[in-house]
């Protein structure tokens, strides 16, 4: 069983979401809960025991729903159950992004991405395929030891205890890229830009630093902050 990756030289914090309206604190929350799943309740599984919840935990009956999917899926395939990463941030020259979970499928190299929703999205493939895009233009990974292609993706609906897996092709990908520099062309116009505004972006090389700034600029305008 391959050991999931894990930060190196972070610091754990004990952060504080209490001025968070509660749909964000519910939705941290529920993330922390899955990306500390396998680290708590691994050994459980895997011994054949049934993971003992927190009180708090069992008023939720989606995280029970989900320990026996993941029960499930161990039985299934023992040696591709725990995932190769979690909550694993991927950057290259021009993009940057996290992903809630890598599964190893085979020994052939093949991985899937997936990611936690807590209701179904019309976004949902676009994200995935940007993951996937940026994953696949760094391969091979040092995290992610052996894992040569992208060849699925899943959402996996926590609330509703739904997981919806595709096939990831070629074709899908170059067409998915394609129709990302659309969108970055147009952004990157000049008269969609406004000029002068303070923004801070740690990945300067970043293509779509301009498109983060004018959503910033939105984003203070509808908590008004800003009045241009």
């Known amino acids: 069983m391959k050991e999931m990756h894990k930060s190196k030289g972070r610091r754990k914090e004990s952060l504080n979401y209490i001025d968070y309206e509660w749909f964000l604190r519910d939705g941290i929350e529920n993330h922390l809960w899955l990306q500390t799943f396998y680290e708590n309740y691994s050994i459980d599984i895997q011994k054949n025991v049934y993971p003992k919840l927190k009180k708090s935990d069992k008023k939720d009956s989606w995280k029970m729903a989900f320990i026996d999917n993941e029960i499930k899926r161990f039985r299934q395939a023992p040696d591709f159950w725990e995932p190769l990463a979690v909550e694993l941030f991927l950057q290259n020259d021009f993009l940057c992004g996290k992903v809630d979970r890598i599964d190893k499928l085979d020994n052939q ?120």
């Open 109 to 228: 190299g093949c991985c899937r991405i997936v990611e936690y929703k807590s209701s179904p999205s019309d976004f949902e493939e676009k994200e995935l395929l940007f993951y996937t895009l940026l994953l696949t233009n760094l391969l091979p990974n040092e995290n992610l030891p052996n894992i040569t292609n992208v060849s699925e993706i899943g959402i996996y609906n926590y609330k509703t205890n739904e997981f919806y897996i595709a096939q990831v092709t070629a074709e899908k990908v170059d067409l998915f890229s394609n129709y990302l520099e659309e969108i970055r062309a147009k952004m990157l116009d000049p008269r969609m830009i406004k000029k002068k505004k303070d923004y801070d972006c740690a990945t300067t090389k970043c293509l779509y630093r301009e498109i983060c700034q004018r959503i910033y600029i939105k984003h203070q305008k509808i908590i008004g902050l800003s009045k241009t």
